[in-house]
């Protein structure tokens, strides 16, 4: 049996993008893989029976396909893919012809769609250019790129230069093959949903005046052609998954009524259930003893809201996570505060809600698969595998075996996952590697972490803390970081590692420390206060937050947040809170790695530790990730990916190795 190397995602596939038919009878889905020798991911379209997984079919080969949908009879399914310009366009695959149609022609990406319930239009969301980039993009690739900034969203990780862009929602006549677009003016408007009497469409929308600086949204409600645009949210601060009521008068949402429910910043933090309607007082259905889940992405408004669904006989239907693991969720909205959770023990990544069934389908991560669907029942809970995408890789690899513990720190329950390499003997002795997730409003779930398994397959136990500030255990543990960052809970997650340090099967000489993201932050500050560690691995570090408010896309409205007050108004905490301000401490040998696309967290906080370590004389190096963002591990090139890890490990052994 092997171990999980660093090449490990030449070897594994991830279900992506479910839907159901209307009927139930079958599962449409999207594949996730590296070609032996491609430089990108390819991504294609099949389809299986919804019973058990068999009769797949692969209906697309282009390996840029996502997001199929299902027309309501069943026999047509829409997807996005790229045309030969490479812009995302819906393209309409029919079973009677097995051939597949662009239906649309943009010259910039669309990234969501809906059916009408009549099946003769969809509607899409598209990015409309401003004026001074719709000349960029009509002047070709050959001119330069000149570009003017007005506003303090001028760009955005993963999607690049925005400038005077935004989202807006269209509709196309299938019959006709017209083109209207139905929402304008400045804010990204959400993904579109028809009513159920197929007279209206709902939307998120940031159209506020304080979009550049806080995370407010609302709900918007309009004919089909635009006209009698309606607020349905005024009683809310945030909303974003949108679900109508069968009988379209109502609509359930995941939000909150104030800033401070969502935790002031965005929907990963806290969020609750609440049904809408025009005239009443918004109707909360969930507590914070659950998370429902939330993009994640750092803009408020994108095209991908979780699902959430309202059916008349079961409820309305949603995922979200409670303690590091998901859940499928069903609220009465008779009853508010009456739901039940359906699922434990994964991480759902996504979900589709079927028709005229109670089945659901979810993609899912365990510590023992990954990126498989599963059919749910959600009247007894019972599931059954779809695919086996991974079933070779995991019956040839051995994987980390998984313990949970807490520890309570000031009142606070911090609760911890180990991973131990396979054939784990606590006779022996082993290094010990501290993992810090990012966010901070994220979380190690029982999931399986491509780096929690390489770093056993390479014989270390790791320790991955949910600290607070980690979402899904409750708005009170989430928001205890706010203003607190390398304090309380630094103290977390070094409490943690020392418990485990403390066993006898630890060698408590051999200690390192890796972390991404805010995870870098906290790597970073780490080495600067503590020599406990042999060696660090830190990707993409927020290590000045005063320039960080000034370069990050969504450093203003994050960090305003985070640290309690503007830049300006905050220098002494700015300052104290960097841990580029306490490198001249660090006696730990430090490799960074950043994405030079990096927009979310700039490379420029890598560069400036760097510069400030290596001016005094510290062991560092210093990796640039080419055409890479801030989501490293989802990096377009395989090689990013294997690099990171190898070098990873060869920098643990050169600094950490017991000889």
């Known amino acids: 049996m092997k171990t999980v190397q660093p090449d490990y995602h030449y070897h594994l596939k991830t279900a992506s993008n479910p839907s159901i038919s209307p009927d139930g009878s079958s599962a449409a889905f999207v594949v996730h893989r590296f070609e032996p020798g491609a430089f990108e991911a390819s991504t294609d379209v099949f389809i299986c029976n919804m019973a058990d997984g068999s009769n797949k079919n692969q209906i697309t080969n282009t390996g840029t396909a996502s997001k199929p949908v299902w027309d309501p009879s069943g026999s047509k399914l829409a997807y996005l893919d790229n045309d030969d310009s490479g812009v995302k366009q819906i393209y309409v695959w029919s079973e009677e012809t097995a051939s597949s149609d662009a239906i649309t022609d943009r010259i910039v990406n669309i990234d969501a769609f809906s059916w009408s319930l009549d099946g003769n239009k969809i509607a899409?969301?598209?990015?409309?250019?401003g004026e001074d980039e719709l000349r960029l993009i009509e002047a070709g690739n050959d001119s330069p790129k000149i570009?003017?900034?007005?506003?303090?969203?001028?760009?955005?990780?993963?999607?690049?230069?925005?400038?005077?862009?935004?989202?807006?929602?269209?509709?196309?006549?299938?019959?006709?093959?017209?083109?209207?677009?139905?929402t304008d003016g400045e804010g990204d408007d959400g993904p579109p949903i028809w009513s159920p009497d197929g007279k209206r469409i709902a939307f998120i929308s940031d159209r506020n005046d304080a979009r550049e600086t806080i995370s407010k949204t609302e709900l918007f409600v309009c004919g089909t052609d635009g006209s009698n645009l309606e607020v349905w949210s005024s009683h809310m601060f945030m909303v974003e998954s949108v679900a109508w009521s069968p009988d379209s008068r109502k609509i359930a949402v995941t939000g909150g009524q104030t800033r401070t429910e969502v935790g002031g910043y965005g929907l990963t933090t806290q969020s609750s259930v609440y049904v809408l309607e025009p005239g009443s007082e918004p109707v909360k259905l969930t507590d914070d003893s659950i998370r429902p889940q939330a993009n994640g992405t750092g803009f408020p408004v994108t095209a991908d809201s979780?699902?959430?669904?309202?059916?008349?006989?079961?409820?309305?239907?949603?995922?979200?996570?409670?303690?590091?693991?998901?859940?499928?969720?069903?609220?009465?909205?008779?009853?508010?505060?009456?739901?039940?959770?359906?699922?434990?023990?994964?991480?759902?990544?996504?979900?589709?809600?079927?028709?005229?069934?109670?089945?659901?389908?979810?993609?899912?991560?365990?510590?023992?698969?990954?990126?498989?669907?599963?059919?749910?029942?959600?009247?007894?809970?019972?599931?059954?595998?779809?695919?086996?995408?991974?079933?070779?890789?995991?019956?040839?690899?051995?994987?980390?075996?998984?313990?949970?513990?807490?520890?309570t720190r000031e009142n606070f329950d911090i609760e911890s996952r180990v991973w131990f390499p396979s054939g784990f003997d606590p006779r022996n002795r082993y290094p010990l590697l501290l993992d810090v997730h990012g966010g901070p409003h994220s979380a190690f779930y029982d999931s399986f972490y491509p780096i929690h398994q390489v770093a056993t397959g390479a014989g270390y136990v790791v320790v991955a803390p949910n600290p607070r500030g980690s979402s899904t255990y409750g708005l009170k543990f989430a928001t205890a970081v706010h203003g607190d960052w390398g304090l309380g809970d630094y103290e977390d997650v070094m409490a943690a590692m020392e418990e485990v340090a403390s066993r006898e099967y630890i060698d408590e000489t051999r200690v390192v420390i890796h972390g991404s993201s805010y995870g870098g932050f906290m790597s970073s500050w780490a080495v600067g206060h503590t020599n406990r560690f042999n060696a660090a691995v830190i990707a993409a570090p927020v290590t000045n937050l005063s320039s960080f408010y000034g370069t990050s896309d969504i450093g203003v409205n994050f960090t305003e947040i985070q640290l309690g007050g503007e830049r300006f108004d905050s220098r002494e905490k700015y300052e104290f809170h960097s841990p580029l301000a306490y490198a001249r401490d660090v006696e730990t040998p430090v490799l960074l790695l950043h994405g030079e696309d990096d927009i979310r967290v700039p490379i420029?906080?890598?560069?400036?530790?760097?510069?400030?370590?290596?001016?005094?004389?510290?062991?560092?190096?210093?990796?640039?990730?080419?055409?890479?963002?801030?989501?490293?591990?989802?990096?377009?090139?395989?090689?990013?990916?294997?690099?990171?890890?190898?070098?990873m490990l060869a920098w643990f052994e050169k600094y950490n190795s017991d000889s």
Not at 124 to 129: G, H, K, N, W
Not at 318 to 327: E, P
Not at 330 to 358: C, K, M, Y
Request: glycine share 6%; charged share 20%; net charge neutral.
């Open 306 to 407: 979780p699902t959430i669904a309202w059916k008349n006989d079961t409820g309305i239907i949603l995922g979200a996570d409670s303690r590091g693991q998901s859940h499928l969720v069903v609220a009465n909205p008779e009853h508010p505060g009456e739901f039940r959770l359906v699922t434990n023990g994964w991480q759902i990544t996504e979900l589709n809600i079927g028709v005229v069934s109670d089945d659901v389908l979810v993609c899912t991560s365990s510590p023992t698969s990954h990126g498989e669907l599963f059919r749910v029942d959600l009247n007894n809970g019972a599931t059954t595998q779809i695919t086996n995408l991974n079933s070779e890789f995991f019956s040839d690899h051995t994987v980390a075996t998984l313990e949970k513990f807490t520890i």
């Open 147 to 182: 570009r003017t900034a007005r506003r303090i969203r001028y760009q955005q990780d993963g999607v690049g230069w925005r400038g005077d862009s935004f989202y807006h929602v269209f509709i196309h006549d299938l019959d006709s093959n017209q083109v209207t677009q139905i």
């Open 124 to 129: 899409f969301r598209a990015l409309v250019p």
């Open 604 to 647: 420029e906080q890598s560069e400036q530790y760097f510069v400030a370590l290596k001016r005094h004389g510290k062991e560092v190096e210093f990796v640039r990730l080419p055409r890479t963002s801030h989501g490293i591990f989802r990096a377009k090139h395989p090689m990013i990916r294997m690099e990171y890890f190898r070098r």
